[in-house]
């Protein structure tokens, strides 16, 4: 089974993340990211997780969730 990594993260810090792990490992199909804008709100963020976690095909909602701040948003 393929568990599904989400990168969530400030600005453009996720894609930043996952853009340097594929130079490294080649494309990554079952990893995503999820951006907080200066003006997002913690209920589109939610969305956009969850959002994502349909798109990689997460079973039963689990995926790995990378975050840049640990207790953060």
Avoid: C
């Amino acid at each position: 089974m393929t568990v599904p990594v989400i990168f969530v993260g400030h600005g453009g810090y996720a894609a930043g993340v996952r853009d340097a792990a594929e130079m490294i490992l080649g494309e990554q199909e079952h990893v995503g990211t999820v951006s907080l804008p200066p003006n997002g709100s913690l209920e589109q963020l939610g969305e956009d997780i969850a959002a994502e976690l349909t798109r990689l095909g997460a079973q039963d909602n689990e995926a790995l969730v990378l975050a840049d701040l640990m207790g953060g948003s």
